[in-house]
Structure formats: structure tokens, C-alpha cells
């Protein structure tokens, strides 16, 4: 299994001390099946990558559980406008199944940047890629269709069959009869 460092290498290769400096300030933690991973109101001062299992983001609007986003093994997963505006965050972070998480306490992240810069340039490379999928999934509700969005979710990773439908119902915007349309169409 690939480590957290064979990933960070992957996207930009940290030289020894820059991973004994980023190993100093990750914590590695396994969350159960639903547990809450960051709470709906607090402030975001963690970055979290998943190292296995699968977590979600998820708000909710009118007494409804809403999944904004999912992560899954070697993904950020982060409430960024909190993180950066260090304003409260109306959104949560829950772990999904069984998921190990690697949590990153964001102000000894930052210090590390300046006496670091491969590890500036690793956070900014996956915070790109995290804005670029962002963007990606705005452009998919503006031009695919809820069967296009399955499929494309479908084609990230094995780990759809275990999330539960109401949460992939909510990701694609559809309810959860248009979701089980949808997945006899494609069988």
C-alpha cells in the first residue's frame, strides 16, 4: 500500500528533511462508520488526506443532508473557505465507512512552508488540484446530465457501492428514485 509519503512524492518529491519536518505535525486517525471529522460551525484549522476508506463533506439546507463532495484515498479533503478565511464553516466533514485519516494541523503547515518550500510547493499543487475539481464538478452540473455525473463518479472509484444512496442522490442533485433509474439504466 502506498504511503502518505509515496503520494506526497508523487505529486512533488520532498527531500529528507522537509518529510522529517512535515512527519513531526501529521497524526494518523481512524474514524468509524458516520463519525464527525470536523462539526458543522467550527473552524477549519486541519488538512486532512485520506489514506483509506472514504469521507464526505455535507451541509444541510432545509432540514436536509446535503453531500457536497467526496473524498477518497489520496484526496484532500478540507473546508477551504474556512481554512483560509478562518471564519467558521456552515458545512461538516463525516467519514462515510471505516477511514484513516492523516490530519495536518494547518498553522504548523504553514510555518513549515517558509523554512520548507518543497513542502509550500506539494500544498499548493494539491490545493490546485482540489480548485480544479471543484471547478470540474460546477461545469458538470452546468453540462452533463445526473446519468453523465453517475457515470463519471462511477469511473473515480470502486467505492461508490458503499456509499449510501441518499448521499450519492444528493451529490448528483437527483432524488434518490431518479438515482435508482439511473443505476438499472447503466447495469
Do not use: W
Request: contains cysteine; charged residues 30%; proline residues 1%.
Amino acid at each position: 500500500m502506498m504511503t502518505i509519503f509515496d503520494y506526497f512524492d508523487s505529486v512533488n518529491r520532498l527531500d529528507t528533511t522537509s518529510k522529517d519536518a512535515l512527519a513531526e505535525v501529521i497524526e494518523e486517525k481512524l474514524y468509524a462508520r458516520n463519525e464527525v471529522i470536523q462539526e458543522i460551525g467550527s473552524r477549519c484549522r486541519t488538512v486532512y488526506v485520506v489514506k483509506d476508506g472514504c469521507a464526505r463533506i455535507f451541509y444541510y439546507k432545509d432540514g436536509n443532508d446535503i453531500t457536497e463532495h467526496f473524498a477518497f484515498q489520496n484526496e484532500l479533503i478540507v473546508r477551504a473557505e474556512s481554512l483560509f478565511t478562518g471564519r467558521p464553516t456552515s458545512k461538516g466533514i463525516q467519514a462515510i465507512d471505516k477511514t484513516t485519516i492523516i490530519s495536518i494541523d494547518s498553522d504548523s503547515l504553514f510555518k513549515l512552508y517558509d523554512r520548507h518550500h518543497d513542502i509550500e510547493r506539494l500544498f499548493r499543487l494539491l490545493f490546485e488540484r482540489e480548485y480544479v475539481n471543484t471547478v470540474k464538478r460546477i461545469e458538470s452540473f452546468q453540462f452533463k446530465s445526473a446519468k453523465e455525473r453517475y457515470l463519471e463518479l462511477l469511473e473515480t472509484t470502486d467505492y461508490v457501492q458503499k456509499i449510501p444512496l441518499k448521499y450519492i442522490s444528493t451529490y448528483l442533485g437527483i432524488t434518490q428514485v431518479s438515482l435508482s433509474r439511473i443505476r438499472s439504466e447503466v447495469r
